[in-house]
């Protein structure tokens, strides 16, 4: 038995050194763990001694089978670890070859600079107001404090329809038809929205385009709120280096009226004498606002001695051109797939 | 408005750089848009003496000249010149070597037939000028000055070339402001000083009065508050001088002879438009301000003939009009070198009934651009008497004593009251009442105890907010603080309307569909563009009265032409595939405008459409950006699903005109029809030029605008058991009707339904498909067997409903 057991540990230890594939060592396991396996066999013979020999008997078959099933293990790790080095080095692929893009579509640049705005006048207690494009005369011009036959009504300007409407020129009607919906304040609203100016098409100028409108009135409102509120909204949209300043301006429903400028863009740090933007001043002209004049609140049953507003405006469509570098207003227009899968 | 810098000098210090001024007075309320420097190209022309003249030895039409330029006995240059109306001892502008020119012309040492030429002598021409400018000049050759000059000046300031030209863009509610002096009263107040009128001196060395001569009759006061008549006689009409040309030039008007350029003159200086005519023929000398008689027709100063009407207002005498007024004068009255005494007008009119008049003419003066901005009746005395003070200080005529001033009304300062305490609580300041007072003063507002005594140039200032922005303005905008602490809380945040259009915006965008914007004025031709017939109510459109042309005279009615534009655009730009989705107000009118029922007309309606257009070159390119019929109603279904919108069918439409009658369906939410789907016809692909299948999807975006949140359901803990069927069933049965009749028949159990194939082929009987279904069961509270499945139930079903057959087990 002893014999025995040497000479197969020893055979063991010779065959285990020549295995080179798992599928030889699973032969070797089989031949000596299997069912029939000589390691199995001799432990299945133990049952032929006698009492006084099984105990030793059975721990040095014992003792092989260990040895076997350490050898055995100890080389399929090796082995299954090559194989998995082999297998890997097979499935290369060039990383370079494109990726499989999925085709997500793009929203507009004029909503995406929309979207900027709103996020930060709803994150000052702002909320979104609308109103017809077409409309009265009352709402797009009485109700504003433009007199009857004040220039800006006139043809060239504004586009009438065949009912005596008018395409709104602004958004303010929004303010208007909101400030009589609510004669109690407080009111924080913006109005974006499409308007319309009896402007030819080309590069700069559009029949038709978007503008932002805001309106504050509670009690003690003041002019040194309108100015905080567009700095940081200057700030937040145009950017932290911005400059702005507020000059005295005219627009029949504010007064004090202002013009926000910022710090001309194309010139930046050092003015151009002939730069075609600013013409030379350094500052472009960003917005318009002011105090709500006190006939537009009485116009809507808000008493201008307990309540005062401000109001502001500007256009969208420059500012998306200026963010974007688009020098063409009608590109926001076409429509083209190239455009807009810019932004 | 164009101000010359040097001309606003003249009554007002401007201690700052023109830049800087410009920004100041920008800052107070008077926007200086932008400057034109003027004869700053010009450079290193100075004054010289020529001291020699002698003939170039080696040609006949040329001298050699010696120029002296300093005082200091440097040598003097030696230029070649052509010019033959020079003497020794005159005084001429000579260009230095590196001198530039009018023009951008170069000038530099050379040689001139062999004989050195260091620099250029100039004519009036070289230097950018005309004769015009300078009558002094020679009509050909090189200037030369009328009064020796020092040695080496600059030619730029002994002929005073050298200015700045301010653009002022004005407010329309500040014609006070349109003139020189207005601009200087405003300078004045922006650097702490009140302005004060320059004071006009008379001597009317005539004989006899005003009245000798003329009479005024205002027949119509409204539009005509006030009519001055001045008059000049022995009138001698010669150029004016040059300082004068040279100021109306840089304002941008033409000089043309000294009675004219004077009442163009003191418009610019005063803002009052002046006109002069010559009295002779004035029948009876007899004034009459009247409105033009219908179809009165009227030959203006610019030669043309014009028809008036009965709302326009002339300047008449008794038989015929010699001046629409305000407006343009008339060739029968205009001044000419034979006139022997002349009148001048100095009136004010009614600013709206100008601008009507000047717009129904299609003419629009300097005069009638004044006038419409409203002005004061008060400046045109003034201002009257300024033109008699330039008369006489020109020496064009003597003036005649007194003037004929027929002013009915006239227009006191007016009284503004306002309460310190408000206007520091509006404005976030907090200035003293004497504070504001002496803001107020700056500007010829005499203000005290809350009172402030507005003059008659300010009709603008009414009210408190009024005085609030001229303090405001004059304090400084920049001064007044920057709050941001907002008092009270208001809860902002967008309605769930909203919301839910940011959504379906994002939802298609993870579609794959890009934001498109289209215009809302549309040409009545797309109608039939669009193959819409004749009865149509979408033809009854918005019309546009001013349209910029007949392509944008309407106002949408439908969402499909923006879109189709769009598509041809990319397809003819060559774009493989279009994806684009737009949100769209489409305006319908609430009137049949044809009736004839004097109803109030009332807004038109302005519902919102969700638009889909999309078409691939490679429609078969899956899931990228292939487009077909399901590719497009999958995203629809996805949209939908998405948007938490359940019992959403598609029922087939052949008569929607601009889609494929066989590929078209109408959207459906339970029995509400919410819009179509389909392929483009092709007649409409090819209106649009669309060479290849589009598919469009419109739909009513009230429709689909959810507030819904969705609950959650327990996830599943049970096992699901699937049943594949494949089903023979006749071609024409839609898949949908056999998945409803399933669906009656498998109960709660049933926890999905898939089609996962239709085939048709040799395999199957003619006119007969097989339809290949994948059903789930599930049961919430058990592992459920395949025995517990209604499979008969549903089979008998199918049979008897459609005679569909079970193809294989």
């Excluded at chain 2, 349209?547 to 769009?566: A, C, H, K, V, Y």
């Excluded at chain 2, 004097?598 to 390119?621: H, Q, R, V, W």
């Excluded at chain 2, 069933?729 to 089609?755: D, M, P, R």
Aim: aromatic fraction near 6%; charged fraction near 25%.
């Amino acid at each position: 038995m002893q014999d025995k057991i040497n000479e197969l540990q020893e055979s063991i230890q010779q065959k285990v050194s020549k295995i080179a594939n798992l599928t030889d060592l699973e032969t070797m396991r089989v031949q000596l763990l299997g069912k029939k396996g000589e390691i199995t066999q001799l432990l299945k013979s133990l049952g032929t001694l006698s009492k006084e020999e099984r105990p030793a008997a059975g721990q040095l078959v014992n003792k092989l089978r260990v040895f076997a099933e350490t050898q055995i293990s100890t080389i399929e790790q090796k082995l299954s670890k090559e194989k998995l080095a082999q297998d890997l080095q097979q499935e290369n692929i060039d990383v370079t070859m494109p990726g499989r893009r999925r085709l997500i579509g793009h929203l507009h640049p004029l909503t995406l600079v929309l979207n900027e705005m709103q996020d930060l006048f709803i994150g000052m207690g702002f909320t979104i107001a609308d109103g017809p494009e077409i409309e009265t005369d009352y709402y797009n011009f009485e109700a504003l404090n433009i007199p009857a036959n004040h220039p800006v009504k006139d043809e060239q300007d504004t586009f009438y329809t065949d009912e005596g409407f008018v395409l709104r020129t602004q958004t303010s009607g929004v303010q208007i038809r909101v400030m009589e919906q609510n004669p109690v304040p407080p009111i924080r609203i913006i109005a974006p929205g499409t308007v319309y100016r009896s402007d030819d098409w080309d590069a700069t100028h559009a029949p038709n385009f978007h503008q932002i409108e805001g309106l504050v009135v509670d009690q003690n409102v003041t002019m040194a709120d309108l100015k905080g509120i567009l700095i940081l909204f200057a700030k937040k949209i145009l950017g932290e280096n911005i400059k702005t300043r507020f000059r005295p301006s005219f627009f029949p429903f504010t007064e004090p009226s202002a013009e926000m400028d910022i710090n001309c863009f194309v010139c930046q740090d050092t003015v151009n004498e002939n730069c075609p933007v600013c013409k030379g001043s350094g500052w472009v002209e960003l917005l318009g606002c002011g105090m709500v004049h006190p006939k537009v609140l009485q116009g809507c049953n808000i008493d201008p001695q307990k309540y005062s507003g401000y109001a502001f405006g500007m256009g969208i469509d420059r500012i998306v051109m200026q963010r974007y570098n688009i020098t063409d207003i009608r590109l926001l227009y076409e429509n083209d797939m190239q455009f807009l899968t810019q932004f | 408005m164009d101000i010359p810098i040097s001309w606003l000098k003249s009554y007002v210090d401007v201690g700052v750089s023109v830049r800087q001024f410009m920004d100041d007075i920008t800052m107070t309320g008077t926007t200086a848009e932008s400057l034109k420097p003027i004869g700053f190209e010009l450079d290193k022309i100075v004054v010289g003496l020529i001291e020699q003249i002698t003939r170039h030895p080696n040609a006949d039409k040329l001298v050699v000249t010696k120029v002296k330029i300093s005082e200091n006995g440097e040598e003097p240059l030696q230029i070649v010149t052509g010019a033959t109306n020079l003497k020794v001892g005159d005084y001429v502008p000579v260009a230095l070597h590196g001198a530039n020119l009018a023009g951008g012309l170069h000038i530099k040492r050379g040689k001139l037939r062999g004989e050195i030429s260091d620099g250029m002598l100039c004519s009036i021409e070289e230097l950018g000028y005309t004769k015009q400018d300078f009558p002094e000049a020679p009509d050909d050759g090189i200037y030369v000055f009328e009064q020796p000059q020092p040695l080496g000046a600059d030619v730029r300031e002994v002929l005073q070339l050298l200015d700045n030209v301010v653009e002022f863009e004005l407010y329309s509610n500040r014609s006070d402001c349109q003139s020189v002096l207005g601009i200087a009263r405003e300078t004045a107040a922006t650097y702490g000083n009140r302005f004060v009128l320059p004071t006009v001196n008379l001597k009317e060395t005539a004989s006899g009065t005003a009245s000798d001569f003329i009479k005024v009759d205002i027949q119509n006061e409204n539009l005509c508050p006030r009519y001055i008549a001045r008059v000049v006689k022995n009138v001698i009409i010669k150029p004016s001088p040059q300082w004068l040309r040279r100021r109306l030039t840089l304002s941008g008007i033409r000089p043309i002879n000294n009675v004219v350029d004077i009442t163009n003159y003191v418009m610019l200086e005063y803002g009052q438009p002046l006109h002069a005519f010559d009295i002779d023929n004035i029948d009876e000398r007899q004034i009459i301000v009247r409105n033009a008689h219908a179809n009165e027709q009227f030959v203006t100063l610019d030669g043309t003939n014009r028809q008036l009407d009965e709302t326009m207002l002339v300047i008449a005498d008794k038989n015929k009009a010699v001046a629409i007024a305000g407006v343009m004068g008339g060739e029968n009255s205009k001044v000419t070198g034979n006139a022997s005494a002349v009148l001048f007008e100095s009136a004010n009119f009614d600013a709206t009934n100008i601008r009507l008049t000047s717009k129904k003419l299609g003419m629009r003066t300097d005069s009638s651009a004044k006038f419409e901005k409203g002005i004061d009746p008060n400046l045109p005395l003034i201002a009257i008497n300024r033109a008699m003070e330039l008369i006489e200080k020109l020496e064009c005529g003597e003036v005649v004593p007194n003037m004929v001033d027929k002013y009915p009304n006239p227009r006191e300062p007016q009284k503004v009251e306002y309460n310190p305490q408000n206007i520091n609580q509006k404005l976030g300041i907090n200035l003293s009442a004497q504070q504001m007072e002496d803001l107020l003063a700056l500007l010829d507002i005499s203000a005290k105890n809350g009172v402030a005594i507005v003059p008659t140039f300010r009709p603008d200032i009414t009210g408190e907010a009024d005085i609030a922005e001229e303090i405001a303005r004059m304090y400084g905008y920049d001064k007044i603080p920057i709050n941001q602490v907002i008092d009270g809380i208001t809860g902002g945040g967008k309605n769930a309307i909203q919301k839910s259009v940011d959504n379906i915006k994002n939802l298609l965008s993870a579609l794959g569909y890009s934001e498109a914007l289209t215009t809302s004025f549309e040409s009545p031709k797309i109608f039939d563009k669009l193959k819409m017939p004749q009865n149509e109510p979408l033809r009854n459109a918005v019309k546009i009265n001013n349209p910029l042309g007949e392509d944008f005279s309407i106002m949408r009615t439908s969402p499909l032409n923006g879109m189709l534009q769009s598509l041809s655009t990319n397809f003819n730009r060559r774009n493989d595939f279009a994806r684009l989705f737009e949100l769209t107000k489409v305006f319908l009118p609430t009137s049949n405008g044809s009736s004839n029922e004097p109803i109030l007309p009332t807004l038109p309606n302005e519902p919102i459409y969700l638009t889909i257009g999309a078409y691939s070159k490679n429609p078969d390119k899956a899931g990228k950006t292939g487009m077909d019929f399901f590719d497009l109603k999958g995203d629809i279904e996805e949209l939908l699903a998405s948007l938490g919108i359940a019992n959403v069918s598609f029922v087939a439409n052949a008569n929607v005109p601009q889609l494929h009658p066989g590929r078209t369906a109408d959207i459906k939410i339970g029995e509400n029809t919410i819009g179509q789907l389909g392929e483009l016809h092709p007649d409409i692909a090819a209106n649009y030029e669309i060479g290849t299948r589009s598919y469009i999807a419109i739909i009513k975006l009230a429709d689909i605008l959810t507030e819904k949140t969705p609950k959650y359901v327990p996830l599943p803990k049970f096992p699901a058991i699937v049943w594949d069927i494949s089903l023979q069933v006749k071609e024409e049965i839609a898949v949908a009707t056999i998945e409803q009749a399933i669906k009656e028949k498998a109960g709660k159990l049933l926890t999905e339904i898939s089609l996962f194939d239709v085939y048709q082929g040799s395999q199957i009987e003619k006119n007969y498909k097989s339809v290949s279904y994948t059903l789930t069961f599930r049961a919430t509270d058990r592992t459920l067997t395949i025995d517990e499945l209604p499979k008969t139930a549903i089979l008998q079903h199918l049979q008897d409903t459609f005679g569909v057959t079970l193809r294989d087990k």
